[in-house]
């Protein structure tokens, strides 16, 4: 009965994370609604009662710090690397990453598909709107963020 209220496809999402929490001790302390995406696990800090939703994607090669009390929503990625494009040229030449770090403060909401590149500092209490693409680090706390590329919106 409890199982056809559900559906058979949450069920299955909800044991795959279990199985992934109990596997990957650091995850445990996380409020994981499905598994996310995440390369380069040990370069990756994470603080307490941090959600992260489905679709999550963090690509840690740089080093990533999150927060305690962070919220990722549905499809955020979170880059720390990217390709130098000062030597780039169509045809070829220069073609190598670049990692930097990303820090993610405390009770920041990163809501739905944005994404934080490389480089990149986000303040303490600071939502960074839906679809945003953070290009440049958050210094002020307490504030709203949207756009491509994310623009200061509002004092909360």
Do not use: Q
């Not at 199982?3 to 994981?32: A, H, Q, S, W």
């Amino acid at each position: 009965m409890v199982i056809k209220e559900m559906g058979i496809g949450r069920v299955f999402r909800k044991c795959k994370t279990i199985i992934y929490k109990f596997f990957n001790p650091r995850m445990r302390g996380l409020d994981l609604y499905e598994v996310p995406r995440i390369y380069f696990k040990n370069r990756l800090t994470l603080g307490k009662n941090i959600h992260i939703n489905d679709s999550v994607f963090i690509h840690a090669v740089g080093g990533v710090e999150i927060g305690d009390n962070t919220v990722l929503s549905h499809g955020c990625s979170v880059i720390s690397t990217s390709l130098d494009t000062a030597g780039w040229t169509k045809f070829g030449g220069n073609n190598h990453h670049i990692d930097k770090k990303i820090i993610i403060g405390k009770h920041v909401w990163l809501c739905a598909n944005c994404t934080i590149l490389p480089g990149v500092t986000i303040a303490d209490n600071c939502v960074i709107a839906s679809g945003a693409v953070v290009t440049k680090s958050i210094t002020e706390s307490g504030t709203m963020w949207g756009g491509c590329p994310a623009k200061f919106i509002k004092f909360l």
